[in-house]
């Protein structure tokens, strides 16, 4: 096994750059760099894929890309906004090309460490969508994470470069993203000592 940075990916938020969602995953993969890991995000315009039909083997640039970082992940950190009570229609489907992980030798996301947030503009619908969340990481056959965060985007979270603007937020974020990351380390530690 290399003795390489932990991947953390990250996906989420909606087609406004500066959402909640894609706000709170920048400021999650900033900590994670701090942490020492390397990062990418898939939000915004990288979410913006056909919808995903298992009968189509040749993927867009896009889908592959997420597939293909998905695959090589240590841990992922993923947001939805919540509309009607459910998360967003961009962010399942992004989650529905997971589907081309099923026959990998590791299938899915077995293993890994999942960070959810849930952002809507009031609370009602954040414990609807965190739930959501943490059922589909289980289907995907991995390990979400203790704390899981709710954001009220009726309230300002973020500033324009991004700072969070909410210091419980602040640290319940950061607390998620090193319980990923924390998930990440013991079991690369697990399989190098299996390694052996």
Known sequence: MTDTALFIVALGGTQRPTSSTASALRFCLSAAERMGARTEIFSGPALDLPNYDPTIADRPATAAALVAALRAADGVIIASPGYHGGLSGLVKNALD????????????????????????????????????????????????????????SAEPLFGANGECLNVAVAGQLEEMTRQVIDFAQMKRAALSGIDR
């Open 97 to 152: 090309y997971t589907e081309d992980m099923a026959r990998d030798p590791v299938p899915y996301l077995t293993g890994r460490a999942v960070g959810c947030i849930a952002a809507g503009a009031g609370w009602q619908a954040g414990g609807p969508v965190l739930a959501g969340l943490r059922a589909i990481t289980h289907a995907l056959r991995a390990w979400p994470t203790p704390l899981g965060v709710q954001l009220n």
